[in-house]
């Protein structure tokens, strides 16, 4: 019940409402990862098919899988990208620009990395599939820091604890294991979790004059 | 018994509140994201917009992405400063509870 009334009839419950409004639009003005989170689900289904044909179908050029999977991946994603910015709007703060900063750049080092790992035959080994598990537990890391968002830093604890899993076991059948349920899996769920997280939101805070 | 601040009535529109409260975390966004993020139609978002900028509270750019234009907002430092004192004065009318 309304304790007050202001000059213009505007009571108590209009004024908690103007301030739950207020909170709600911030915090929708700050959704970014929600909003790219279809990468990692993209890059996690590519991971997923181009691990199965390397270890379970090798016959069928296999040595190929990491090479056309990644390129596809790209592919997929600056379509992708380009596909959204024609059906969405557009904003943009000093935020975002950092989130995406920091995962541009990420995915730069990786296909740097990866890419020299192919060419020179390192790629089989431990410590080289450890490192690319560390740099993007890294990026979920300062993503994080950025965003204020815990689920992220799980994220983060969850890739780093792969790869020293990787180094700690030592062993291929547990490496393939642990590459199957950190680049497939856990960045499926993560970007199905975030992915959800915006629309739930968007829906509940439709506003009219 | 103390007298109750007023409310800025530019700022006191639900759709116009949501609008400063959506452009106070960005440094700017276009008109397609703001209509999405609001739910609101495109008339009453332009005639809501139009009534911010007279107010001075927001600016308007009209440009070219590609081959399609794109107005953009952004909240000016008037803006944010009558921002700011609306929720002084919200806080103010709801006591101790916010």
């Known amino acids: 019940m309304s304790d007050f009334d202001t000059d213009n009839g505007t009571t108590r419950d209009d004024l908690v409402q103007r301030i739950a409004l207020m909170e709600a639009m911030i915090a929708e003005g700050r959704q970014y990862t929600g909003r790219n989170s279809w990468i990692f689900v993209v890059w996690g289904v590519v991971d997923l098919i181009a691990i199965s044909w390397q270890y379970y179908f090798r016959h069928f050029g296999g040595r190929w899988a990491w090479p056309i999977c990644l390129f596809v991946g790209v592919i997929l994603t600056f379509g992708g990208k380009m596909l959204q910015r024609r059906g969405q709007g557009y904003s943009k703060n000093d935020e975002c620009a950092r989130v995406m900063s920091v995962w541009g750049m990420m995915g730069l080092a990786l296909g740097i990395y990866v890419a020299s790992g192919i060419l020179t035959h390192f790629d089989w080994q431990y410590s080289y599939m450890a490192a690319i598990l560390m740099m993007i537990g890294m990026a979920h890391a300062i993503s994080a820091m950025i965003l204020h968002w815990r689920m992220q830093g799980l994220a983060a604890a969850i890739y780093w604890a792969g790869g020293v899993a990787i180094l700690a076991f030592n062993s291929g059948k547990a490496t393939t294991a642990i590459w199957l349920f950190e680049m497939g899996i856990v960045m499926i769920v993560f970007g199905l979790y975030a992915t959800r997280v915006e629309p739930n939101h968007s829906r509940a805070t439709g506003v009219r004059a | ?98």
């Open chain 2, 1 to 98: 018994m103390p007298e109750l601040p007023e409310l800025d009535p530019v700022i006191h529109g639900k759709l116009r509140l949501a609008i400063l409260s959506l452009l106070v975390g960005v440094q700017e966004a276009d008109f397609i994201w703001l209509r999405d993020k609001t739910g609101s139609t495109d008339g009453n978002l332009g005639a809501q917009m139009l009534k911010l900028e007279e107010a001075g509270y927001v600016a308007m750019e009209k440009r070219f992405a590609g081959r399609k234009p794109q107005t953009s907002y952004r909240m000016t430092p008037a803006g944010r400063d009558a921002l700011a004192a609306y929720v002084t004065a919200l806080k103010s009318l709801l006591g101790g509870a916010f």
